[in-house]
Protein backbone atom coordinates (compact mmCIF):
# COMPACT_ATOMS: atom_id res chain seq x y z
CA UNK A 1 0.00 0.00 0.00
CA UNK A 2 1.14 3.62 -0.12
CA UNK A 3 1.38 5.56 3.12
CA UNK A 4 3.43 7.74 4.65
CA UNK A 5 5.59 4.81 5.98
CA UNK A 6 6.85 4.15 2.38
CA UNK A 7 9.52 7.38 3.03
CA UNK A 8 12.54 6.41 0.68
CA UNK A 9 13.60 9.50 -1.58
CA UNK A 10 10.72 11.89 -0.02
CA UNK A 11 11.90 15.18 0.97
CA UNK A 12 11.04 17.82 3.93
CA UNK A 13 11.94 16.11 6.68
CA UNK A 14 14.68 17.67 8.13
CA UNK A 15 18.58 16.37 9.03
CA UNK A 16 18.75 13.05 10.22
CA UNK A 17 19.48 13.46 13.88
CA UNK A 18 22.64 11.50 15.15
CA UNK A 19 22.79 11.19 18.85
CA UNK A 20 26.35 10.70 19.81
CA UNK A 21 26.80 7.01 22.52
CA UNK A 22 22.76 6.41 21.56
CA UNK A 23 20.95 4.15 24.00
CA UNK A 24 19.27 1.48 22.47
CA UNK A 25 15.89 2.50 24.71
CA UNK A 26 15.72 6.26 25.29
CA UNK A 27 12.71 4.91 28.03
CA UNK A 28 11.89 3.06 30.10
CA UNK A 29 8.48 1.46 28.67
CA UNK A 30 10.20 1.37 24.96
CA UNK A 31 11.75 -2.04 26.45
CA UNK A 32 8.97 -3.45 28.10
CA UNK A 33 7.41 -2.93 24.66
CA UNK A 34 10.11 -4.79 22.94
CA UNK A 35 10.29 -7.15 25.49
CA UNK A 36 6.28 -8.06 25.21
CA UNK A 37 6.98 -8.02 21.39
CA UNK A 38 9.68 -10.48 21.51
CA UNK A 39 7.60 -12.98 23.47
CA UNK A 40 4.52 -12.94 21.73
CA UNK A 41 6.45 -13.53 18.65
CA UNK A 42 7.42 -16.94 19.94
CA UNK A 43 3.60 -18.05 21.12
CA UNK A 44 3.31 -18.01 16.81
CA UNK A 45 0.05 -15.49 17.05
CA UNK A 46 1.67 -13.34 14.02
CA UNK A 47 3.67 -13.11 11.20
CA UNK A 48 6.64 -10.23 10.65
CA UNK A 49 4.82 -9.11 7.03
CA UNK A 50 1.79 -9.18 9.17
CA UNK A 51 2.95 -7.20 11.86
CA UNK A 52 4.67 -4.77 9.07
CA UNK A 53 1.43 -4.60 7.05
CA UNK A 54 -0.59 -3.10 11.03
CA UNK A 55 1.96 -0.12 11.60
CA UNK A 56 1.33 0.32 8.06
CA UNK A 57 -1.90 1.71 9.16
CA UNK A 58 -1.28 3.72 11.33
CA UNK A 59 -2.29 7.89 10.91
CA UNK A 60 -0.03 9.23 9.19
CA UNK A 61 0.46 11.93 12.46
CA UNK A 62 0.91 9.11 14.45
CA UNK A 63 3.35 7.21 12.33
CA UNK A 64 5.41 10.48 12.39
CA UNK A 65 5.51 11.17 16.39
CA UNK A 66 4.88 7.54 17.74
CA UNK A 67 8.40 6.68 17.11
CA UNK A 68 9.80 3.22 16.34
CA UNK A 69 8.41 1.23 19.26
CA UNK A 70 5.36 3.61 19.60
CA UNK A 71 4.58 1.99 15.73
CA UNK A 72 5.23 -1.69 17.70
CA UNK A 73 3.24 -1.32 20.49
CA UNK A 74 0.15 0.18 17.97
CA UNK A 75 0.63 -2.96 15.92
CA UNK A 76 0.13 -5.45 19.03
CA UNK A 77 -2.32 -3.50 20.18
CA UNK A 78 -4.39 -3.70 17.94
CA UNK A 79 -3.49 -7.86 16.84
CA UNK A 80 -4.02 -9.05 20.23
CA UNK A 81 -7.50 -7.19 19.60
CA UNK A 82 -8.47 -8.66 15.92
CA UNK A 83 -7.42 -11.77 17.36
CA UNK A 84 -9.55 -11.66 20.42
CA UNK A 85 -6.49 -12.18 22.63
CA UNK A 86 -6.26 -8.92 24.41
CA UNK A 87 -9.56 -6.05 23.79
CA UNK A 88 -8.45 -2.50 23.07
CA UNK A 89 -11.23 -1.72 26.00
CA UNK A 90 -9.15 -3.74 28.41
CA UNK A 91 -5.77 -2.19 27.63
CA UNK A 92 -7.81 1.14 27.73
CA UNK A 93 -9.10 0.34 31.56
CA UNK A 94 -5.98 -0.66 32.89
CA UNK A 95 -5.07 2.38 32.35
CA UNK A 96 -7.48 4.29 33.81
CA UNK A 97 -7.17 1.96 36.61
CA UNK A 98 -3.49 3.55 36.73
CA UNK A 99 -4.62 6.86 36.07
CA UNK A 100 -7.65 7.55 38.53
CA UNK A 101 -7.12 4.00 41.11
CA UNK A 102 -9.31 0.72 40.56
CA UNK A 103 -11.80 1.21 43.26
CA UNK A 104 -13.56 3.43 40.97
CA UNK A 105 -13.69 0.96 37.89
CA UNK A 106 -16.65 -1.60 37.32
CA UNK A 107 -15.25 -4.71 36.23
CA UNK A 108 -14.43 -5.23 32.47
CA UNK A 109 -15.93 -8.19 30.77
CA UNK A 110 -13.33 -9.12 28.28
CA UNK A 111 -15.39 -11.53 26.32
CA UNK A 112 -14.75 -15.09 24.19
CA UNK A 113 -10.97 -15.76 24.30
CA UNK A 114 -8.92 -16.60 21.34
CA UNK A 115 -6.36 -17.79 23.67
CA UNK A 116 -4.92 -20.24 23.82
CA UNK A 117 -3.99 -20.32 19.95
CA UNK A 118 -5.37 -23.59 18.61
CA UNK A 119 -2.92 -25.14 16.56
CA UNK A 120 -4.83 -24.60 12.95
CA UNK A 121 -3.99 -20.97 13.84
CA UNK A 122 -0.29 -20.67 14.79
CA UNK A 123 1.68 -18.74 12.43
CA UNK A 124 5.56 -18.76 12.14
CA UNK A 125 6.86 -15.54 12.15
CA UNK A 126 10.01 -15.21 10.40
CA UNK A 127 11.11 -18.00 8.55
CA UNK A 128 11.96 -15.98 5.00
CA UNK A 129 13.83 -18.75 3.75
CA UNK A 130 13.05 -22.22 2.82
CA UNK A 131 15.78 -24.94 2.57
CA UNK A 132 14.81 -25.86 -0.94
CA UNK A 133 15.27 -24.59 -4.36
CA UNK A 134 12.88 -23.20 -6.62
CA UNK A 135 14.11 -22.20 -10.31
CA UNK A 136 14.62 -18.91 -10.91
CA UNK A 137 12.87 -16.75 -13.84
CA UNK A 138 15.47 -14.46 -14.36
CA UNK A 139 19.02 -14.90 -14.37
CA UNK A 140 22.42 -12.26 -13.87
CA UNK A 141 22.76 -9.89 -16.35
CA UNK A 142 18.66 -9.81 -17.44
CA UNK A 143 17.29 -6.60 -17.79
CA UNK A 144 14.47 -6.07 -15.66
CA UNK A 145 11.25 -3.52 -15.14
CA UNK A 146 10.26 -3.47 -11.13
CA UNK A 147 6.63 -3.50 -11.61
CA UNK A 148 4.72 -0.47 -11.07
CA UNK A 149 2.11 -1.62 -8.58
CA UNK A 150 -0.20 -0.28 -6.34
CA UNK A 151 -1.63 -2.57 -3.97
CA UNK A 152 -3.72 -1.88 -0.95
CA UNK A 153 -2.33 -4.20 0.99
CA UNK A 154 1.30 -4.72 2.04
CA UNK A 155 4.14 -4.78 -0.02
CA UNK A 156 7.94 -4.36 -0.11
CA UNK A 157 8.28 -2.84 -3.52
CA UNK A 158 9.62 0.83 -2.44
CA UNK A 159 7.49 2.94 -4.26
CA UNK A 160 10.60 5.17 -6.05
CA UNK A 161 11.85 1.66 -7.72
CA UNK A 162 8.32 1.79 -9.48
CA UNK A 163 8.34 1.43 -12.90
CA UNK A 164 12.39 1.61 -13.21
CA UNK A 165 14.24 -0.74 -15.45
CA UNK A 166 17.67 -2.12 -13.30
CA UNK A 167 20.17 -5.19 -14.57
CA UNK A 168 20.00 -8.19 -12.22
CA UNK A 169 23.29 -8.44 -10.25
CA UNK A 170 22.34 -11.62 -7.67
CA UNK A 171 19.81 -14.62 -7.99
CA UNK A 172 19.15 -15.95 -4.50
CA UNK A 173 17.87 -19.14 -5.96
CA UNK A 174 16.44 -20.42 -2.87
CA UNK A 175 12.71 -20.50 -1.57
CA UNK A 176 11.89 -17.34 -0.42
CA UNK A 177 8.65 -16.29 1.88
CA UNK A 178 6.48 -13.26 -0.62
CA UNK A 179 5.72 -10.49 1.61
CA UNK A 180 2.60 -9.29 -0.09
CA UNK A 181 0.40 -12.83 0.40
CA UNK A 182 2.44 -13.90 3.98
CA UNK A 183 1.01 -10.04 4.98
CA UNK A 184 -2.47 -11.29 4.50
CA UNK A 185 -2.44 -15.26 5.55
CA UNK A 186 -2.81 -16.04 1.67
CA UNK A 187 -0.02 -18.57 1.74
CA UNK A 188 3.89 -17.84 1.00
CA UNK A 189 3.96 -18.39 -2.82
CA UNK A 190 7.65 -19.31 -2.33
CA UNK A 191 9.75 -17.41 -5.25
CA UNK A 192 13.57 -16.70 -5.53
CA UNK A 193 14.64 -13.43 -4.52
CA UNK A 194 16.74 -11.15 -6.40
CA UNK A 195 19.40 -8.23 -6.02
CA UNK A 196 18.95 -5.76 -8.81
CA UNK A 197 21.21 -2.87 -9.51
CA UNK A 198 19.61 0.72 -10.27
CA UNK A 199 21.16 3.60 -11.53
CA UNK A 200 20.94 6.25 -9.34
CA UNK A 201 20.08 9.15 -12.16
CA UNK A 202 17.02 6.60 -13.46
CA UNK A 203 15.56 6.35 -9.67
CA UNK A 204 15.92 10.21 -8.62
CA UNK A 205 16.57 12.73 -11.92
CA UNK A 206 19.41 14.47 -13.15
CA UNK A 207 20.19 16.11 -10.02
CA UNK A 208 21.42 12.50 -8.35
CA UNK A 209 25.13 11.96 -7.76
CA UNK A 210 26.28 10.80 -11.39
CA UNK A 211 28.20 7.03 -11.60
CA UNK A 212 26.23 5.90 -8.60
CA UNK A 213 24.04 2.76 -8.34
CA UNK A 214 21.63 1.72 -5.72
CA UNK A 215 21.06 -2.26 -4.84
CA UNK A 216 17.56 -3.55 -3.89
CA UNK A 217 16.73 -7.18 -3.11
CA UNK A 218 13.37 -8.00 -5.16
CA UNK A 219 11.10 -10.81 -5.00
CA UNK A 220 10.36 -12.53 -8.14
CA UNK A 221 6.89 -11.23 -8.59
CA UNK A 222 8.26 -7.89 -8.18
CA UNK A 223 9.60 -8.13 -11.59
CA UNK A 224 9.08 -8.13 -15.10
CA UNK A 225 11.62 -8.69 -18.37
CA UNK A 226 11.86 -5.95 -20.71
Given at each position: MNGIHDMGGLHGF????????????HSYWESRVFCMTQVLDTQQVWNLDEH?????????????????????LFAMERLLDRKAILKVHEVQRRVDELNVGAATLAPADGGPRGWPLPEEQK??????????????????????????????GHTRVTSYA????????????????????????????????YGVRLCATDLWGPQAEPNTWVFIDLSEDYLELT
Open positions: GLVDREEDEPVFRHEIELMNAADYLTAGYYGRWVRWGAWRHEMSVTPRFAVGDKVRVRNIHPERGKIGVVDRVNGEAWVFPDTRAHCRGECLQSV
